[in-house]
């Protein structure tokens, strides 16, 4: 069976328990008997002044998060794909990096691109707009309250491999036959406007066939050493490396796999079963299991750290989202 921690993460708990609660009643000064002194009475907030006030702190802790995600090199979208990942950070504002050996590595659908290049056009203006508006003094303590979010941000783009390269992977597959050997990273939108079609780094004539590089900590993109969060979704392959090196270097992770490669990764076991006190039972002379079904990749990954949490996501098929903020 698939063992789940619990998945009510320390940040829920803090929140939790930070909740507004009500001012002190202005009843208090008649309980002390005390019925002319106003001094200690603190005004009761309405219904909609506690919403406002939670609204606020809400809306502060979220931008302290991105604040904070968008620090050092930012967020690694490993075996990010066309960067659908990506997109969905940059419209929230935060920065990040699709890294992936493949050819078209954050070449989004064109739809997709124009949608963010246009609202990272627009947006830029409201919000100087809005910045300029408030900076006037806004009409209100509620218009004065409210913080704007951050504008959407473009990704970047870093064509080569998370930490390893598999043996046995199916290369030309993974790294198209047209490859380059481009190690700097991208600006997508820069790549899109200069080159037309958003390649990274490949130019004319340069379809031979060279070595796609490693992404690792020493690496010279530097981009893992200050990054501030590992995302992967359906990260194939590269799941186990992500969790590994995100448990090694305490980096906080999200990672949501899909396919388990059982042949490719026969080394892979499943964690013996515990008992209640999380000491394992060597039930069959430690023979253990290799991880052959979704389940036991599951299983196998939380098994990695104690941090690690599992939570299901709200679509269909492999929606199991691991998770670690350490
Ligand atoms: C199923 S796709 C997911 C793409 C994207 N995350 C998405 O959800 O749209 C799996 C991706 O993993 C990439 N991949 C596999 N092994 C990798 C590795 N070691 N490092 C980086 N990317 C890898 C593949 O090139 C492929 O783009």
Not at 17 to 28: A, D, F, N, V, Y
């Amino acid at each position: 069976m698939m063992t789940t921690k619990n998945s009510t993460s320390k940040q829920e708990q803090e929140h939790k328990s930070t909740t507004i609660t009500p001012c002190i009643s202005s009843h208090q000064s008649s309980v002390d008997g005390n019925e002319d002194d106003f001094s200690a009475e603190v005004p009761l907030l309405s219904k909609e002044e506690q919403g406002n006030n939670l609204k606020e702190q809400q809306q502060n802790q979220r931008l302290e998060a991105i604040r904070h995600l968008n620090t050092g090199t930012g967020v690694m979208d490993v075996a990010g794909g066309s960067g659908f990942v990506s997109l969905a950070l940059a419209l929230k504002g935060i920065k990040s990096t699709v890294i992936d050996p493949r050819e078209n590595i954050g070449r989004l659908p064109g739809r997709h691109r124009k949608y963010l290049r246009k609202i990272i056009k627009t947006d830029a203006e409201k919000v100087n707009q809005e910045r300029k508006r408030k900076s006037d003094g806004g009409k209100n303590r509620i218009e004065k309250m409210i913080i704007l979010p951050p504008p959407p941000v473009q990704f970047s783009s870093l064509r080569a491999w998370f930490a390893t390269r598999p043996d046995g992977v199916d290369v030309s597959f993974r790294e198209g036959c047209s490859t380059t050997n481009n190690s700097s990273i991208t600006n997508n939108i820069l790549v899109d406007e200069l080159s037309g079609n958003g390649m990274a780094g490949l130019h004319e004539g340069q379809n031979k066939k060279e070595v796609i590089p490693l992404c690792t900590i020493c690496s010279p993109d530097k981009l893992l050493p200050s990054c501030t969060a590992i995302v992967a979704l359906h990260p194939d392959e590269a799941t186990g490396d992500i969790v590994d090196f995100a448990v090694k270097y305490r980096i906080p992770f999200v990672v949501v796999p899909c396919c388990v490669f059982s042949r490719l990764f026969p080394n892979r076991l499943k964690p013996l079963p515990k008992n209640e006190n999380q000491i394992c039972i060597d039930t069959q002379r430690n023979v253990r299991e290799v991880v052959s079904t979704y389940d036991d990749l599951i299983e196998y990954l939380v098994d990695k750290d104690e941090t690690i949490k599992v939570i299901k996501l709200d679509f269909d098929g492999a929606n199991l989202c691991l998770w670690s903020t350490f």
